[in-house]
């Protein structure tokens, strides 16, 4: 399921962007920003067979966590991010998403809900949702 980052083309990550001081940066052309943010934080899911997930707002420290997603249609997409929750379940999340992207379906299926609009875009949000984990005890 999650793969070291290192598996990862960065060339395929064309339009994953993070935004820092109001400015887009688009992670093919700043490799570096986006090891600076994994060492501070920030995390990768990453399946080759269905793409990418960047999840950021660690590294700096953020309210909110946010997620962009590249894969190569709704049901990878929809992988990934069943993935990523089973990872990190207890994080509300945030997702900007234009109006017309088909992913904004794998989002809503995985009970991101629409929080607000401005232009062509639209924040979707999801509660993290806290799961206890089973203790085992052992019987000799």
């Known amino acids: 399921a999650t793969t ?9 990550a064309l339009p ?5 001081n109001n400015l887009r940066l688009f992670l093919r052309e700043n490799q570096d920003i986006l090891f600076e943010c994994l060492k501070a934080g ?3 899911s990453y399946s080759e067979e269905c793409g990418i997930i960047f999840l950021y707002g660690f590294s700096d420290n953020s309210n909110r966590h946010y997620i962009k997603i590249l894969s190569k249609d709704s049901r990878s997409a929809d992988k990934l991010i069943k993935i990523m929750l089973w990872e990190l379940g207890g994080i509300d999340l945030y997702c900007k998403i234009k109006t017309n992207n088909p992913l904004a379906e794998a989002l809503k299926k995985n009970n991101f809900i629409f929080k607000g609009s401005r232009g062509k875009e639209f924040l979707l949000y999801r509660k993290g ?9 052992y019987v000799r």
């Open 4 to 12: 070291e980052i290192y598996t990862l083309s960065l060339h395929d």
């Open 16 to 20: 994953i962007y993070i935004t820092k």
């Open 42 to 44: 920030d995390k990768i």
């Open 129 to 137: 949702i806290k799961i206890k984990k089973k203790e085992t005890s």
